[in-house]
């Protein structure tokens, strides 16, 4: 009967003390030796009940639970029938191994449906701090009350509800922190949209139910490959009214640096967007050995006294000292930045493919004015 008390849509956790109340409120109610009150007071610190409630009703971790999927074949397999073995075998992890950015939206997922347990932990000493509070404010008007003779003095109003709940000290209380990124928002707005999976993009209209959203996105950027048209991607995810407005112009990337990234990058993706260049700068693009690179570097700071660089290349192959306004980044690191001078460095290490083609065009059109292009 007291599991019967929380609502469907609560979530396990938060439907905890719910339930418990309701638990005690079904036990009160047949104890016939002691005030109601008392015996509520009893049963609430009584911890045998307590354990003996948690075992059939416990707070859940929803990190805890995405992990043990990941480590058991057999649970994976029976909650996700779905899944082929091979698929299975593929998600395989051991307990305590590192998260991953994948993992992120499958533990939000999980947190939605059972709630947070470091959420539900504060709230529960939220209340038994409030509860204490007016425990003590209760025994203060029951001591005042007692020695009032006439019954006509101030003990007469704190005898009220209202009142008493007036002279609670919230200094005494803990603080309930507010999750800021925990919506729901009226608008939400996402910039390097070609990049979400299927669990992302839930993870946002969990925040934003009224799915208003302004996104910004690039398929001719996305490293896994995008085959959809936009409006059809989109509402496979969910947004059931969608307005696509295509960029046409670049301002940002120069003609002569285009010129060298759109046919390369054609030839992996043909019908990605590519923006006409509406600038040039002049600045043809350079080529030239792997190992001139700090002599290219030296150069171009030698002759900017101000102005950003950029060394772009595989992870783990730059092998580059500090300079001053010199960032050192992969493909994927340097994605939505932008740099006076772009130096790529071999290109052909970024590899094949969508993913390859993909990398290489971002790596190019970091640049506003200069690339160089060494090695292969």
């Known amino acids: ?38 015996a509520r007071r009893e049963l609430e610190s009584h911890a045998g009940l ?44 051991g307990r305590g191994d590192a ?74 209380l803990p603080t309930l922190p507010i999750d800021q990124l925990a919506g729901p928002f009226a608008h939400v707005i996402v910039d390097e949209a070609q990049e979400l999976t299927d669990a992302e993009w839930r993870m946002l209209i969990r925040r934003c139910p009224s799915k208003s959203f302004t996104i910004v996105g690039d398929r001719a950027q996305a490293r896994h490959g995008f085959p959809q048209p936009w409006d059809e991607r989109l509402s496979s995810v969910g947004f059931s009214r969608v307005s696509v407005s295509s ?27 590519v923006p006409r260049s509406v600038r040039s700068s002049g600045i043809p693009v350079r080529r030239g050995p ?6 290219v570097l030296d150069e171009w700071l030698a002759a900017h006294d101000e102005g950003t660089a950029c060394v772009i290349g595989s992870a783990g192959q730059l092998d580059l000292p500090d300079r001053p306004r010199v960032a050192v980044l992969t493909a994927e690191q340097s994605k939505g930045l932008e740099f006076d001078l772009v130096v790529l460095v071999n ?30």
């Open 50 to 93: 307590r354990a003996a409630f948690e075992r059939r009703w416990p707070i859940l971790d929803p990190a805890l639970l995405v992990g043990a999927l990941w480590a058991s074949p057999a649970l994976l397999a029976r909650h996700a029938p779905w899944l082929s073995a091979a698929e299975i075998e593929l998600l395989q992890r």
């Open 247 to 273: 960029l046409s112009i670049n301002y940002r990337t120069p003609s002569e640096i285009m010129a060298e990234a759109e046919p390369a990058f054609r030839a992996a993706i043909p019908d990605a967007n």
């Open 99 to 172: 998260w991953t950015l994948a993992d992120l939206p499958l533990i939000d997922a999980a947190r939605d449906l059972m709630g947070d347990p470091v959420a539900t932990a504060r709230r529960r000493a939220y209340d038994r701090a409030l509860a204490s509070e007016r425990e003590r404010i209760e025994t203060v008007v029951d001591y005042l009350t007692d020695a009032d003779e006439d019954g006509e003095s101030s003990a007469l109003m704190l005898g009220a509800a209202d009142m008493q709940e007036r002279l609670i000290d919230d200094g005494a």
């Open 347 to 376: 290109p052909t290490a970024l590899g094949g493919g969508i993913e390859g083609a993909v990398d290489r065009y971002v790596a190019m059109t970091r640049a506003t004015e200069e690339l160089v292009i060494l090695g292969d």
């Open 290 to 295: 792997a190992d001139a690179l700090r002599s």
């Open 1 to 38: 009967e007291a599991f019967e008390a929380a609502d469907d849509g609560t979530s396990h956790n938060d439907a905890q003390s719910i339930v418990w109340d309701e638990l005690l409120e079904i036990i009160v109610s047949n104890v016939t030796e002691m005030p109601p009150h008392l």
